[in-house]
């Protein structure tokens, strides 16, 4: 049932200019290395008796609501871009709406939920949709917590009792921007999706030249001392 899922991550990488040298077996390696997925138990208070289960169906009918600032132009076309490959793969269009400011309309079911926002992280806007999906999922979070983002672009998949959400949160360009600006506020959006709907995890380029083989991949860096907006 997930074989699909790691054919997709190898596909994916295939729409980036490949190089001479890489071949089945490179891909692959990539495919696993991004594809091993491991629930993250830093989360203090996290109920640990609900079971987890990763299913290539569910994810395959996903919805994405999307909330806070509505989509710049260059947000759509990313968004609508990864509708029309998703749909070349599965065969079907992923469900896609506008619902607001707050998560409050996104509804249950396979639901990964979208906030976009421009300038300061809206942590409160955060903190109320986890708790939301942790009430309506039963995602045994602690009830109330406050929750604070740690970078420009952040993704997570809850495994609940009643369901299983999804929450991306990235940042967005509030307005004109220069190459490298629209660059980088692309490739955090098209990674946080790719992540999301085909369960990949980050994988790290240590060596600055090397090239990219997929849209997980990504270079290690620790914005935390700098400014998002810093170019």
């Known amino acids: 049932m997930l074989l699909p899922f790691r054919i997709l991550v190898i596909l994916l990488a295939g ?5 001479a040298m890489a071949g089945k077996d490179e891909f692959v390696d990539l495919a696993d290395r991004g594809w091993n997925y491991q629930l993250r138990t830093t989360m203090l208070g996290r109920d640990l008796s609900i079971p987890v289960r990763i299913s290539g169906q569910t994810l395959a009918g996903a919805a994405l609501c999307i909330v806070g600032d509505p989509p710049a132009p260059s ?3 990313v968004l609508n871009t990864f509708r029309d490959l998703a749909a070349h793969i599965f065969g079907k269009q992923i469900p896609m709406r506008y619902a607001g400011p707050t998560s409050d309309l996104c509804g249950a079911g396979r639901t990964v939920v979208l906030r976009l926002y421009s300038g300061l992280p809206p942590n409160k806007a955060l903190s109320d949709d986890l708790n ?6 039963g995602l045994g979070l602690p009830p109330g ?3 604070v983002a740690n970078s420009p672009a952040m993704a997570q998949t809850f495994f609940g ?3 299983q959400p999804t929450h991306i949160m990235v940042a967005q360009p509030r ?6 600006e629209a660059l980088f506020y692309k490739s955090i959006l098209i990674e946080e999706l790719y992540q999301s709907f085909t369960f ?3 994988v790290l380029v240590f060596e600055r030249d090397a090239a990219f ?3 997980l991949q990504e270079f290690p860096v620790n914005p935390q001392r700098m400014a998002w907006t810093s170019p």
């Open 145 to 147: 917590r406050f929750y």
């Open 175 to 180: 307005g004109p921007t220069t190459i490298l």
């Open 75 to 77: 947000t759509r076309a």
């Open 15 to 19: 729409l980036l200019a490949i190089p």
């Open 213 to 215: 083989l997929s849209k």
């Open 161 to 163: 009792r009643h369901g």
């Open 132 to 137: 939301r999906m942790s009430e309506t999922y």
């Open 200 to 202: 990949g995890m980050d």
